[in-house]
């Protein structure tokens, strides 16, 4: 089983199909997305057309929930549970091969156990509200997932190989890719310190995280955005 991680792709699909023909993946591979796929963003049609693109690929496309997306939960009607790779997603049985990652959940990626921590919080939430375009109010892992998550890892005794997040702990931030404009002062970053909490307490090998749209490695940190690379626990 080879895994492969990849950050936000905002419906520009084509990338992620073209990487898995190139690298001749298989039915037993994952290319894993760290949310803003682009999948369930309008919430009808063109949501159908987007995943359409890698609908037919052979490798399983797991993502993150980010902030530019509905949660599958709030889609009921579409999305289902299903339990793969010793956790819970969400997938729709149109499209088998994506499934969405459920916050809290650990997967046994190639040996590897991955905890999911999806959410984050939009900058352009009220450019987005005032030009009559989506916004999620459930965005940001509210106080049910954040126990969630917290539950699990004690189960765990704090240890995990891999977390696959959105956002980055607080401590993380990469300042240098701050959006021009936007008064730092009113960014609601509760996600990030709340992250930060987990991973000063965190026993773990290799963290993962998109939403920043750069590539940057930081200590165990690794930020993702166009790249593809395979999971590494170690550099």
């Not at 994952?30 to 690929?57: C, M, Q, S």
């Amino acid at each position: 089983m080879a895994v492969y991680i990849t950050g936000d792709k905002h419906g520009k699909l084509k990338p992620v199909k073209r990487f898995a023909k190139n690298e001749g993946l298989t039915a037993d591979d994952t290319i894993v997305i760290l949310g803003d796929a682009g999948f369930n963003y309008f919430g009808g049609e063109r949501d159908g057309w987007t995943k359409h693109v890698v609908a037919g690929i052979a490798p399983t496309i797991l993502c993150i929930h980010g902030n530019h997306e509905m949660r599958p939960q709030s889609l009921p009607r579409l999305y289902r549970e299903t339990q793969w790779n010793g956790g819970t997603a969400f997938v729709e049985d149109e499209y088998p091969n994506i499934l969405f990652a459920k916050d809290g959940e650990v997967y046994d990626l190639d040996g590897a156990s991955a905890i999911a921590i999806g959410g984050a919080y939009s900058v352009d939430k009220w450019y987005r509200l005032e030009n009559g375009l989506k916004w999620f109010p459930d965005e940001q892992p509210d106080d049910e997932v954040k126990a969630r998550v917290e539950a699990k890892l004690d189960a765990l005794g704090w240890k995990v190989d891999v977390v696959l997040s959105h956002t980055c702990p607080f401590s993380y931030e990469p300042t240098e890719a701050f959006l021009p404009g936007i008064d730092q002062s009113m960014v609601d970053t509760s996600t990030e310190i709340w992250l930060d909490r987990i991973e000063r307490r965190l026993d773990y090998r290799k963290w993962y995280c998109g939403h920043w749209h750069i590539e940057k490695s930081i200590d165990r940190m690794r930020f993702m955005y166009d790249g593809f690379e395979p999971l590494k626990l170690t550099e």
